[in-house]
């Protein structure tokens, strides 16, 4: 009965590749994030969707798309991989009710991608 | 723009030792802090949050958190370290804008037996 789930949990690929990953969250959740965690284990958000609208993005490269089929799952394209992508991206949600900063987000375990 | 500041990088305490994580937040208006937890390998897991009222917030784990205003600081502690306990630590701040948690740079505890 896990809450927020990724798949996969790692990922190894050569750069110029396309790759995604998925998130799923059982929590009856309005909002979904994705975050990444790079080299020295600094968090930053990426993205953030509300009902399957884009509510945040963070001066993230366009090979970056985010994409929520349902409200239930976030996931992460990206496009021609490059060696600074290599990192830990985290999927969170939140009951996206509250709003103004107080909505608790719970973590998915992370996908440690490595670009070679 | 908001930013959290965790002063110390590297913590090392003696197991049933109490234990104090500094957290500087700068936030315009009333903060919602919080403090997470990320065990090697793993995601991050709550501890505890403030959102108003009591400055004293307790949590999980034993961990409990202090708000105070005047210093900006939203500081972790534990009156006794267990093992287990050996993580990083990480504070955020929500923003108003989107939700979205801005996190510190982490501490690292290590315990020693």
């Known amino acids: 009965d896990t809450a927020v789930s990724q798949t996969p949990k790692y990922l190894v690929t050569q750069m110029g590749n396309d790759k995604s990953i998925k998130c799923e969250q059982n929590l009856g959740h309005d909002t979904m994030y994705w975050y990444k965690q790079d080299s020295k284990k600094f968090l930053k958000i990426m993205f953030s969707?509300?009902?399957?609208?884009?509510?945040i993005n963070e001066t993230v490269p366009n090979r970056f798309s985010p994409k929520s089929p349902d409200k239930a799952h976030l996931n992460l394209h990206i496009n021609s991989l490059e060696l600074g992508d290599s990192a830990v991206y985290f999927c969170a949600s939140s009951r996206g009710t509250s709003g103004g900063g107080s909505d608790t987000q719970y973590f998915g375990p992370g996908t440690r991608l490595t670009v070679l | 723009a908001q930013s959290v500041t965790q002063p110390d990088i590297h913590i090392t305490v003696s197991e049933g030792a109490s234990l104090e994580l500094r957290c500087n937040y700068s936030?315009?208006?009333?903060?919602?802090l919080f403090w997470y937890v990320q065990s090697p390998g793993q995601g991050l897991q709550l501890l505890l949050k403030y959102f108003s009222g009591d400055t004293l917030v307790q949590g999980i784990k034993g961990f409990e958190a202090e708000f105070k205003r005047s210093q900006s600081s939203f500081n972790l502690r534990k009156p006794s370290v267990h093992w287990s306990d050996a993580a990083e630590y990480f504070c955020a701040v929500g923003e108003w804008t989107g939700n979205k948690l801005v996190f510190g740079a982490g501490t690292i505890l290590r315990v020693k037996s």
């Open positions: 936030y315009g208006a009333t903060p919602y």
């Open positions: 969707y509300n009902n399957k609208e884009l509510i």
